[in-house]
């Protein structure tokens, strides 16, 4: 194909441009003060906003699989587009509960699990030659639109207000969605870049047979690669979502200081994020996986133990690393197992992990301090699913395809 390494090359801009505009859901924490300043409304009552959406994402990534494959990464993503931007005005209309639920948890949740699947699906068949290194940066660009939207939307509350601010970020949304949607074409069947000669085992996608999501859901590897994912997305989401209260309660930091060390967590989130992929092309991404769930189980262990301000922040941020690595590392490792043709419905269908993981993670976490009042038992348990997921990782094979 001619200019084809400029043409992927393309692809993967439009990939980061589309998921850094999705990224601006991550902005949600700073939202939360004001709307409760604004409507009397209780704390955990505006979290469950964020908690719904954490539910949507993944089960509408199912569905946009699907279309994705019948019509393409820049349509379904414009899709996505079109439910991300009713969310976001919605949201800015909202004067009860039920219509920022709608707006922010459903709409919104469904316009970002149509938006950031599609890069990643897209961009790794463009690259089987970097199929880890083009994946941290597809999901990268999503902790990018965290960095960089927190604090210019924390501006625009200030002056604009809660309301007008989601308004603003659904312009924005909307004009970077429109550049970057149509930058993303599907790669042809089986292409391979000039001069890449795929590995030994005769498969470009690094797996022995490209598996349909049905196929896949048929093998115990499924369920393996689902349990561990789980374990690592109740780790990430329990510290990203109790970032602040933990080195509070651990530490003794103010909340100003606490605050400090959340205002990092995107960066080192999305650190995670471009780090991992790469380091899947040089190691494989099992190995990587592997890696990263025992430095998340030592890290937990440690937590309790982190009672200073740097050493607290050195411990959230290597845990926020973790989980942005493994954000990076899981659609290499689905690719390795199952295949490059139908990554998008396979990844989508263990993705179903995050939203499972950002509801059990944060709950187990506030359960046993309401229980005991502290987080350490808390710390314990996630620390040993971790530890799990290691030796599930490591005692892992990639399925052997039998027709």
Not at 150 to 172: H, R
Not at 212 to 229: C, D, G, P, R, V
Request: charged share 10%.
């Amino acid at each position: 194909m001619a200019n084809s390494n400029a043409l992927r090359w393309r692809v993967v801009v439009g990939g980061i441009i589309s998921n850094f505009c999705a990224g601006m859901l991550y902005s949600w924490s700073i939202y939360v003060k004001p709307l409760i300043e604004a409507h009397g409304w209780s704390q955990s009552s505006v979290s469950l906003a964020m908690s719904i959406a954490t539910l949507v994402i993944p089960i509408s990534m199912i569905p946009a699989a699907k279309i994705l494959a019948k019509q393409g990464p820049a349509k379904t993503a414009l899709i996505g587009t079109i439910f991300y931007v009713l969310g976001l005005v919605l949201s800015g209309f909202a004067n009860s509960l039920p219509l920022l639920y709608l707006g922010f948890g459903v709409l919104g949740g469904i316009g970002v699990g149509f938006i950031y699947g599609t890069p990643v699906a897209t961009c790794i068949k463009w690259f089987p030659d970097k199929k880890g290194l083009i994946s941290g940066l597809a999901v990268g660009g999503f902790g990018l639109g965290s960095i960089v939207f927190a604090p210019i939307c924390t501006s625009m509350i200030g002056t604009l207000g809660p309301g007008k601010t989601f308004w603003v970020q659904a312009v924005i949304a909307l004009v970077g969605m429109l550049i970057g949607a149509p930058m993303m074409k599907a790669a042809p069947d089986g292409f391979k870049p000039e001069g890449w000669t795929p590995a030994a085992t005769g498969a470009a996608s690094g797996a022995g047979h490209d598996y349909t999501a049905s196929e896949m859901l048929k093998t115990k590897q499924y369920w393996f690669l689902l349990i561990m994912y789980l374990f690592a997305n109740m780790s990430g989401l329990m510290v990203i979502g109790q970032a602040s209260p933990i080195a509070q309660q651990v530490a003794n930091l103010t909340a100003a200081e606490a605050g400090a060390i959340v205002s990092l967590l995107s960066i080192f989130n999305t650190a995670g994020r471009f780090m991992s992929g790469a380091l899947c092309d040089k190691l494989g991404a099992k190995r990587v996986v592997t890696i990263i769930y025992v430095i998340n189980a030592v890290l937990l262990v440690a937590l309790q133990f982190l009672t200073n301000f740097i050493t607290i922040a050195i411990g959230i941020g290597g845990l926020a690393v973790c989980f942005g690595a493994m954000m990076g590392a899981y659609p290499s490792l689905v690719v390795d197992y199952f295949g490059a043709k139908y990554s998008g419905p396979n990844y989508a269908r263990i993705f179903l992990a995050y939203g499972i993981g950002g509801i059990i993670g944060p709950q187990i976490a506030v359960r046993i301090v309401a229980a005991t009042g502290t987080y350490t038992l808390a710390f314990i348990i996630i620390g040993a699913s971790c530890i799990v997921g290691a030796i599930m990782s490591i005692i892992s094979k990639k399925p052997v395809y039998n027709g």
